[in-house]
């Protein structure tokens, strides 16, 4: 099976900056589109930012400008660059690919998830 771990969460004051990482680990022949979500207490879950396998990537408004997604296919993980931050990023933050295995079969998978809270 295939896992996407992530880490980097935490705590920052506004203005600050932190990286997210998502490695993922298993049964894995190609790994398409990387994307990051995420979701804050009463509002719905947001697609922030995303990268092809050939490293165009596209952002949500609310983050473009702020935020930088990159990946690094060699060790099957996708970054995500947080700075300026806002109180309003306050978010669970989730990755997501859509990965090819071994076998031909393609799945979608979503990490754990990591909080991040932006706060003075």
């Known amino acids: 099976q295939v896992q996407l771990v992530e880490s980097g969460g935490g705590l920052a004051q506004p203005g600050g900056s932190l990286r997210l990482s998502c490695a993922a680990s298993g049964s894995i022949f190609s790994i398409n589109a990387m994307d990051w979500h995420r979701q804050a207490p009463g509002i719905q879950r947001e697609l922030i930012a995303s990268?092809?396998?050939?490293?165009?990537?596209n952002y949500a408004d609310s983050v473009k400008g702020r935020f930088t997604i990159s990946r690094d296919n060699a060790k099957n993980t996708v970054y995500l660059q947080m700075k300026s931050l806002k109180p309003e990023d306050t978010a669970v933050y989730y990755c997501h690919a859509d990965i090819r295995g071994r076998f031909g079969l393609m799945y979608s998978y979503w990490g754990q998830g990591t909080q991040v809270t932006v706060s003075s």
């Open positions: 990268i092809t396998s050939g490293g165009t990537t």
